[in-house]
Antibody, heavy 118, light 107 residues
């Protein structure tokens, strides 16, 4: 499984952070995997943000810390999933990773450094 | 939320020795415990899952043990390429959490 991330590395405060993770070697609609976003910063360490998965229908779970601002969506035609984090502040500056969770996060994207700054 | 606490913060060891890293969970995670290795500029790499099962391609000098709330990652015969930060991770609950990491430095 390979995960390839794309998206801007610089976002202005109060704007929306958007990242995409393209999947090869698995399908986003798999009944045995979940698709996660995790971020890492010196202040927060590794922080799980949320996941989406398909089990006859689509489900999503989000961390309480970002629940009011996050959406994880899927594009099955492109076999990819995306992160949208609204109303960002400098505290959202981090390396963002996508990861496949097949019971445990066994495949990770390379990471995208996103800096929130004007 | 299950809080994962790792110790020590840093280990500075010579090649050939044994490294012992600890991880404590704030409540039982059963066997849903994994270890990752991370090197600078890279994503975490899965080493161990299910407390003691090595991921594909992981050398057998890496071993995991423990149960419930107390876990250990042992690196026997430490090699120079084993430097990096090691994280424990619980996946018992849908709200996944990670330890803060133990940095392994090679003298």
């Amino acid at each position: 499984v390979q995960l390839q991330q794309s998206g801007p590395g610089l976002v202005k405060p109060s704007q929306t952070l958007s990242l995409t993770c393209a999947i090869s070697g698995d399908t986003v609609s798999s009944n045995s995997a979940a698709w996660n976003w995790i971020r890492q910063s010196p202040s927060r360490g590794l922080e799980w943000l949320g996941r989406t998965y398909y089990r006859s229908k689509w489900y999503s779970d989000y961390a309480e810390s970002v629940k009011s601002r996050i959406i994880i969506s899927v594009d099955t035609s492109k076999n990819q999933f995306s992160l949208q984090l609204n109303s960002v502040t400098p505290d959202d500056t981090a390396v963002y990773y996508c990861a496949r969770d097949a019971a445990v996060c066994d495949s990770w994207g390379p990471g995208t450094l996103v800096t929130v700054s004007s | 939320e299950i809080v994962m606490t790792q110790s020590p913060g840093t280990l500075s060891l010579s090649p050939g020795v044994r490294a012992t890293l600890s991880c404590r969970a704030s409540e039982s995670v059963s066997i849903n415990l994994a270890w990752y290795q991370q090197k600078p500029g890279q994503a975490p790499r899965l080493l161990i899952y299910g407390v003691s099962t090595r991921a594909t391609g992981v050398p057998d000098r890496f071993s995991g043990s423990g149960s419930g709330t107390e876990f250990t990652l042992t690196i026997s015969n430490l090699q120079s390429e084993d430097f990096g930060v090691y994280f424990c991770h619980q996946y018992k609950t849908w709200l996944r959490t990670f330890g803060q990491g133990t940095k392994v430095e090679i003298k």
